[in-house]
């Protein structure tokens, strides 16, 4: 090409740039938008935080209350956050010196979050420092803080079958009381066929309100399964494969199921009798993982020690005692350290934090980590116990005041 | 509280690369993220067992240790220990309307020119001065993507005067003017959608060197998601004494005299000398900074601009492996259309129209990257976020599912491919998915769109002016000069490093 050619191709190139100056020129000097529509739905849908209030007290037992929840809209939350059945809110608790975190599932229906309300039903825990504290201190009118909707235990059309069979014991029903209240009131287009165990006929939660939900659907059935009672009408032992498959419906299925750890690592073995493709299974631990003792590749000699666990949180350092069979987030929320997390079951990562030094051990069935976070020495606080002296370095609490 | 040389602002691709070049070259830099994880778009999460990779398509200028690209160099002086693996061919590429057709392509200029003629018949010499003018770009590029401060034109001119040449004009005029068949400028088209410019108005330049730069150097993926480059990155940073911050959000930038001098996070300042963004301008001015401290330049630059698009996307972990289901391509483009206009016109809107889809499967580039049986697929399309302005908290699962569906049955009548019943695990993000993670103003995932004065060269030409609005305050990342994508972002991040560098060793001069 000649010279003039390129002189002329360089004229032109620069012309852009007169270009950009005039459409910058041309420009308004209002001022920007603040937010938009698509980030107000995610606020709407994923608020930081929801502050509630409790608006009613419903004592079913002794030791199991439904609290009903509305919005503290003088601490800024004007509505509730949507959410699909099955799903959790991560209550943040300030109990004496300790700031903790403890999920439950919300047990009413989502349509009900349109209306701004909520349902939680809670069993108290013998010896319980959350619930102990949630019995004794909530009352109508207490302001409580609590995460957006999380979780993944709901009805995915394109994933799970058209009938689902859940597999519930103790309070890990009440994540399948919100999903049979939405399939009665049309919000969920699925069958739900619930076996349901506890140890004796008055331990079952809710039953009054389940009888009222049953009267609405053909959809949902529900099946009480008793350990320790044999009464007339009720199933009697564990819930097993075989009681599965005598209720479950003879067209595909996928199972939920929630319950406390011991539960789970049964159903476990009893699920895998039916040979249901991968996928057909789901569960959520909701927190209820104990001690990792019983885990067969748990280094022996690191039991019952108390170890030494260095806290550094951006340019502050703070030395704690962490016993071996409780998880590093614990160790630190007895210390009264400020520290994220939100499932406590090792899958959502809000807790993620890196390990500097020491060593601890992640049970696999809770060891929700990323591969490169395995690699490069991070570590969810939630799922990982001490079993060495440990340093590591935890992200400030998002939501806490940062500075005090 | 310490002052430190270089505070970065967000830890997306820009910010990150930012942040750890800044302290490989001895500056003291603090790194904020408002999320718990580094990397914005470029991470991982897990479902059941899947780990599934959210954004990464094909790392664009890796290349190979004997001929890297830009971003291999980049990762090697900052010493990441990454295991890539290459992506196989280049694309298939299926019209699925009327006078359809279905093009798998593979890498290598060779054989792709190979297959075109196969195709397209007589498209060869066309298509081969194609390849020798994307060439050029790709090289006049090489020289002056990391220093593009400061550019002697006339010598690149002197150098590669058909890239000057052809520079500014729109991708399809000059594969119309080259006599490129139609069959074949549709074949040829498909990338537009990672730049979200269509082939009308995207400069030759640019789009030009991606198609000539993935045929010709690969398109590599990590072996355990983009979160292992992220971190890997990270990890850098903090080798060289960088501290990063993360569940960090700043609530302004402190400006003084019309200079920026530090940041506000909770009620504290933090000082620094300089300030990097790795946050869209429409963001910063918007929302960061006092309505009068705002630099008119940048405020009228930003109020000229479009926002980029958003992604809609579909996760798929199946519990088949890919040989049972009979999938052979890493990566699947398919609409009924093959004009890029029309394509991307229908990202304006949320209805049935907007049906170009990417599929991948990431096992085809990571045979490891699912357990053994498994697969991983990911679909997806581009909305602008404007688009789903009108969706509600109650209705919003119901339209991502809808739109999953469509996706999903898309792909199998294309391909003859059944996916549906080995479905194990499923993930939807849409635009309020990054409006809600990237905290991006509706949810965009491209920065601004790349209007014909506000593409790769405009942009790159004023790259000094855009930098100097306010003193201190610089930006980086997918609103960058080289406009979004992952290797852009990474290049911005480490110009823009470079540059306050050379700033402060000024000012050190000075004093």
New interface residues.
Partial sequence: MSDLTLQQDLQGLKSLKNERNAAIDAASTRPLPKTFPVNELASKLHPESQFLKIKQVIKHSADERSFVLEPDTEKGTQHLAYFRAGQYISFRLKIGNSYVTRPYAIRSAPADALKDQYIITIKRVKNGFVTSFIFDNWAVGTPVEASAPAGNLYFEPLRDQKNIVGLAGGSGITPFYSLASAIADGTEHVKLTILYGSRQHDHILLAPEFSKILSKTNDVKLINVLSDDDIDGFEHGFITAELIQKYAPKTPYSIFICGPEAMYEFMDKEVKKLNLPAGRIRHELSGNYGSPYHETDYPADSRDKVYQLTVKTRDHEQIISAQSNESILVAMERAGITAPSLCRSGECGVCRSRLISGKVFSPEIIDGRRVADSEYGYIHTCASFPISDVSIEVPVHDLADQFG | ?KKYDVIVIGAGNGGLVAAATAAKRGLSTLLLE?H??PGGAAT??????F?FEPSLHELANYGTPEMPGSVRQLFDWLGLHVKFHEAPGAYRVIKSGPDGFDAVMPTGQEAFINKLEELVPGSRESVTKFFDLGMESLMAFAEFQAKPNNID??AI??KY??F??Y??RPYKEVLDELNVPQKAQDIMMAYWCYIGVPGDDFEFAYMGMMLVAYVVMGAYVPT??S??IS??IL?TLLDNHG?A?????VNRIVVENGKAVGVQ????TIYGREIIADVIP?TV???MMR?SD?P??G??????RTLGT?GFLVYL?L?KSPEELGIKDYSVFISKTADSSEQFSATKERNKQNDFTIMNCLNLADPGCSPAG?SVLYATKLYF??S???????N??KVK?EI??QV?DQYESATGVKIRDA????EIAT???F??YL?S???EIYGYYG????QM??RT??INEDDQQMPHLHFCGGSGFLMDGYSSAYQSGFVTANMVAEQLAKQEVTK
């Fill in positions: 509280m408002r718990n994880l991982s999460f897990t479902r059941g067992r780990e034109w006339h001119g002197e005067p058909h000057i040449h520079a500014k355990t998601r979160h292992e971190t890997a990890q501290d911050w993360f569940n960090t959000e996070i909770g009620n504290e429409t001015y918007g929302k309505a705002v008119e330049r405020l009228k630059l930003a109020n000229a958003s972990g519990n498994t976020g404007s789903w302005d009108d969706v509600q908290p109650e919003y699962a599912d999953a569906q999903i479905v194990e695990e499923i635009p309020e998915t409006a809600r905290r103003p509706e949810g209007h014909p004065w506000d060269l405009a030409m004023a």
